[in-house]
């Protein structure tokens, strides 16, 4: 079990399991809306029983080796989570994700959370690209993808459904190199973001 500290505000990465169930289900109720206004995350979960199983399906694709699912905790309460949804070690490409119910958003949690998981990825599992898929109208998510210094690569138009809507999904990315030579530059100007 691991607790990263994403700061001096209470902010906490920890492994999100299907032990989690109730906590899980409990922050999706509060934040379903807000969540599902642009992805379809935690749809079918409306029980202990349906969390349990989505749950159990990250710690199925963490044993795997083929993703991982990592909860957002600010002050004992979990507010949201970031994931690897697709990892792929033997091509060196993974897609990070997130969500965050309303409460929690604006702090930055999310961009805090991903840097962990990116420079995990890249340091230590030896991932060569990143990629960040968000609704061209999910502006808060272009945002994170922005503050990580991620590259727009384009749009796939209207190629995913939602809420009975085809929306067009942006494509972005960092190449393990620009992360490294981002992370460089931050560290050499002082800006590099603080764990604590």
Not at 110 to 122: E, F, N, P
Not at 137 to 143: D, E, G, I, M, R
Not at 151 to 166: A, D, F, Q, T, Y
Not at 180 to 189: C, D, K, L, V, Y
Request: include cysteine.
């Amino acid at each position: 079990m691991y607790a990263i500290s994403l700061g001096d505000d209470g902010a906490e990465l920890r492994p999100l399991e299907p032990w989690h169930a109730d906590e899980f289900l409990a922050h999706l109720d509060r934040g379903r809306e807000f969540v599902q206004q642009y992805i379809s995350f935690g749809s079918r979960v409306t029980d202990a029983g349906s969390a349990r199983e989505l749950l159990q399906s990250f710690a199925d694709k963490k044993a795997a080796d083929t993703g991982s699912l990592h909860g957002v905790w600010l002050d004992g309460r979990l507010v949201g989570g970031v994931l690897f949804r697709v990892f792929d070690a033997e091509h060196g490409v993974c897609e990070v994700g997130c969500w965050l119910e309303p409460a929690a958003a604006g702090r930055g949690l999310i961009t805090r959370a991903i840097r962990v998981l990116i420079d995990w990825a890249v340091d230590v599992r030896g991932i060569h690209r990143v990629e960040w898929h968000a609704a061209t109208a999910n502006v808060p998510s272009l945002n994170v993808a922005r503050r990580l210094g991620m590259s727009r690569e384009g749009v796939l138009r209207e190629n995913w459904p939602h809420r009975g809507v085809r929306q067009d999904t942006e494509v972005w990315s960092v190449l393990a190199r620009e992360w490294r030579a981002a992370r460089a530059a931050a560290a050499e100007q002082g800006d590099l973001p603080t764990r604590a």
